[in-house]
């Protein structure tokens, strides 16, 4: 098991490999569907975004409510290949990282080799057990979005499997599901 | 006739406290074949994913938190007796304001967007919920209900067979459909088949599989040597958890 410290450097996303277990300490921002559409939209028009992606790491998920005393409800994964469309571009602004679940498409495996950049799975269905990894949520941006909106999380040994590294090299035998648009 | 009378207050908490309950602990069925599947395992990984979703299902029975961010959208099949009125107010409504509170007072992800193209806006209490409902004889009303993700919801497939497409048509059609989800759905997968019927027919049939206790067989022999050959094909698929089961050779 690795421990890795976020932000992600170079030199850290050169030494993961497909398959590689690790548990990851420092802050990620989240995003689903209806953020990455705003974001993307933003970056195909040159205006600025509302959250610097550089050097981030991205984590699918829409939590559910947190109780009282809780930082954040249950946070697992929600499934990658809805974000296929638009990560190519957050690529190319210099997202480093993305946690989620299931498989990418081919050109956002092209785009993580270019840009060096290494996808994460966490395990589906186990948001309690995740959610106790994350130790603070704050509001960044689209607070509009509700569960959607674009948090910044701080983990503590948040657990999950190198999926697919920044040599495209992918733990998945199987191609995702390429209709969704 | 006699007729029973059913308080619409006694409809809303039971449908509430089945929903938050739902949520928050898993069946036993699932349960033991889980822990069967951790001693059955041969790989780390799989091993190590079933041992997390073990731990994760004891801290949100513990906690009473959900076991997943995705509380789903609410569906109940209803058995709904011919000699039940419901007093104090309406059997509709009084299953949508239980699936409110379960909802809202459960702590529970609100995901269901009122008219889905256009306005995508929030109901914000997870309403409506979808009720399927058979008059059936009796003074009773037996409910059967589900809250099922979208993650695996997403992966639903109907196809329209020929007659003569026969058992091997129905067949490749199951295992197409499981191979085209592929690690999307979150383990354990659960596949519900519905066969026969209309178009909606198989569909609802399917949905309503999937709430069976998983260690159950059809009753006609036939169908259930069927359901032991493709459990059997569909597990040395190598899917099955979000995480990979067969980490490929570096």
């Known amino acids: ?181 | 006739m006699e007729i029973r009378s059913i308080d619409a207050a006694a409809v809303t908490e039971t449908v509430r406290t089945l929903f938050m309950d739902m949520n928050y602990h898993i069946g036993n069925d699932i349960a033991e074949e889980l822990k069967k599947a951790m001693d059955r395992e041969t790989s780390d990984t799989a091993k190590n994913v079933i041992g997390q979703i073990l731990e994760n299902h004891q801290i949100a029975a513990d906690e009473e938190v959900p076991m997943c961010q995705d509380t789903g959208m609410a569906i109940l099949f209803v058995e709904y007796g011919e000699r039940v009125v419901i007093e104090n107010g309406s059997f509709e409504e009084a299953v949508q304001e239980g699936v409110r509170r379960a909802y809202i007072d459960g702590y529970l992800r609100k995901s269901v967007v009122d008219d889905p193209v256009f306005d995508r806006v929030n109901t914000k209490d997870n309403t409506p919920a979808i009720i399927y409902t058979t008059i059936v004889k009796g003074d009773r009303i037996r409910i059967l209900a589900g809250c099922k993700g979208f993650g695996s919801e997403n992966m639903s497939a109907v196809k329209m067979l020929t007659p003569s497409a026969g058992l091997d048509g129905v067949k490749k059609f199951i295992m197409d459909t499981v191979n085209y989800a592929g690690p999307n759905p979150c383990p354990p997968i659960v596949v519900g088949v519905g066969i026969g019927g209309s178009f909606e027919k198989a569909a609802m049939l399917a949905k309503k599989a999937t709430l069976r206790p998983i260690n159950t067989r059809h009753p006609d022999s036939r169908y259930a040597s069927l359901e032991e050959e493709l459990l059997t094909e569909i597990n040395k698929t190598g899917l099955s958890a979000a995480m990979p089961q067969d980490i490929k050779k570096r």
């Open chain 1, 1 to 181: 098991m690795k421990k890795i410290i976020l932000p992600l450097t170079d030199e850290v996303i050169k030494d993961l490999h497909a398959g590689d277990s690790v548990l990851l300490t420092g802050t990620v921002i989240t995003g689903r569907d209806a953020a990455h559409k705003r974001l993307y939209e933003l970056i195909q028009k040159g205006e600025e975004l509302p959250v610097e992606i550089q050097g981030e790491v991205i984590y699918y998920v829409g939590p559910a409510p947190a109780k009282p005393g809780h930082a954040v409800g249950p946070a697992g994964p929600t499934s990658s290949y809805r974000m296929d469309k638009y990560t190519p571009a957050l690529l190319n602004r210099g997202l480093k990282g993305m946690i989620g679940k299931g498989a990418r498409n081919d050109e956002v495996i092209a785009s993580m080799k270019q840009n060096g950049a290494v996808y994460f799975g966490a395990i589906g269905g186990a948001a309690a057990l995740i959610s106790r990894s994350i130790k603070k949520s704050e509001l960044l941006a689209y607070e509009d979005l509700g569960t959607e909106a674009i948090y910044r999380f701080t983990v503590e040994d948040f657990p999950a499997v190198v999926v697919i590294d920044s040599y495209g090299e992918s733990v998945l035998v199987t191609k995702p599901k390429q209709t969704e648009s």
